[in-house]
């Protein structure tokens, strides 16, 4: 069904050059090379990085429009998962329709085109989360977790890949920013202070927890505020709000009727020679053993997708406790996309610890699914 609709709408020629430009090899790329290309954004690295995405773009994206036609349990026929194939195949074919870069302004208009791709893709992740959620809906009960395995394999080298894609996009259009912020090349920041970023990203997570609450556990952060290194500021952010919403949810819900104060929540950034590791302990209460391997799959969040079947995606931005599930497998993605992890250790009737490890090296080359 998925691919009757995708040829009614997409010509023959154009799902042919899908899979051809699907076959070819992808390109890697490391934290310190996009840092040492775009320290010199001269027209000419700004050509030569134009002409690297036209060619590299659409390999990444073909590869991952063909993996959307034959996905198992019948998912690449849920109608959120059609829509995001849709986008897949039309960035494809704005990519190869493009002509040749040859100058100035071929790369501005280029690099135009390029921004309103990423623009396209961004509720790719609640629009596949939607697609889990309508297959979930009609499924066997009996179908167990091993047959599911297959879905989480997919749904990490999709969403390690268009973390790949949004950051070559999102770190050649900044290269243009007539005024970068200091010290920042694109979306690297060359002295990151972890500790600023993770009391940011904790206050923000604070917040939601207020607003949603009334109340929230404090938060104690230790660490040295001057050191530096460099990494992305928003992957940081983004996986350490992830982390400590999860950990003042848990506080927060197992103290809410107790008359004991809810302990804090204690957040340690420590550097190393080789990684930076980020510690977020919490008291509240832990999680079972045999739970622990399911904190990384996309299918068994319990939580409601903010999305539904006739949602807007223009309002669908709120950011709630639970989410819709993927935070902690998605933070792991951006942690191991720069040569980083996430580890989650946890004491059933305790509490939890979560180490996120971020590579100081930034030699390591993008994981290419």
């Known amino acids: 069904m998925a691919v009757k609709k995708a040829c009614e709408s997409f010509s023959k020629s154009v799902l042919e050059e899908v899979h051809r430009w699907g076959c070819m090899k992808q390109t890697g790329v490391s934290l310190r090379y996009m840092m040492e290309f775009g320290s010199r954004p001269t027209q000419r690295n700004l050509l030569i990085s134009a002409q690297f995405l036209h060619k590299e773009l659409p390999i990444r994206i073909a590869r991952r429009a063909i993996e959307l036609e034959t996905l198992p349990h019948g998912l690449s026929e849920k109608p959120?998962?059609?829509k995001v194939r849709d986008w897949y195949l039309d960035s494809f074919r704005d990519l190869r329709s493009f002509p040749d870069i040859k100058d100035a302004n071929d790369e501005k208009e280029f690099t135009q085109m390029i921004k309103a791709i990423k623009v396209r893709h961004n509720n790719v992740v609640p629009m596949m989360a939607l697609g889990v959620q309508q297959l979930k809906?009609?499924?066997?009960?009996?179908?167990?977790?091993?047959?599911l395995y297959e879905i989480d394999r997919f749904l990490d080298r999709f969403y390690m890949s268009r973390i790949g894609i949004r950051m070559l996009?999102?770190?050649?259009?900044?290269l243009h920013n007539p005024n970068p912020r200091p010290h920042c090349v694109g979306y690297i920041h060359t002295k990151m202070s972890p500790?600023?970023?993770?009391?940011?990203?904790?206050?923000?997570?604070?917040a939601v927890c207020l607003r949603e609450y009334g109340s929230a556990p404090d938060l104690n952060i230790y660490g040295d505020p001057n050191f530096t290194f460099p990494y992305v500021p928003t992957h940081l952010h983004l996986m350490v709000f992830e982390l400590v919403k999860n950990s003042l949810r848990a506080v927060q819900e197992r103290f809410m009727d107790s008359d004991k104060v809810a302990p804090p929540i204690r957040i340690i950034v420590a550097e190393g020679i080789e990684d930076v590791t980020i510690k977020v302990s919490d008291e509240g209460g832990g999680i079972p053993r045999s739970g622990l391997p399911k904190i990384f799959t996309y299918l068994y969040s319990t939580a409601r997708n903010p999305l539904d079947e006739h949602s807007d995606l223009r309002t669908a931005n709120t950011v709630t406790m639970a989410g819709y599930g993927y935070g902690l497998p998605i933070s792991r993605l951006y942690a191991r996309y720069f040569g980083g992890d996430l580890q989650i250790i946890s004491m059933e009737g305790y509490g939890t610890d979560a180490y996120l490890h971020l590579s100081r090296l930034g030699d390591s080359q993008e994981p290419l699914p």
């Open 80 to 82: 959120a998962v059609f």
């Open 137 to 147: 809906k009609g499924m066997d009960p009996k179908i167990v977790c091993e047959d």
């Open 169 to 174: 996009i999102g770190q050649h259009a900044e």
């Open 195 to 206: 500790m600023e970023v993770a009391q940011n990203a904790s206050e923000d997570a604070r």
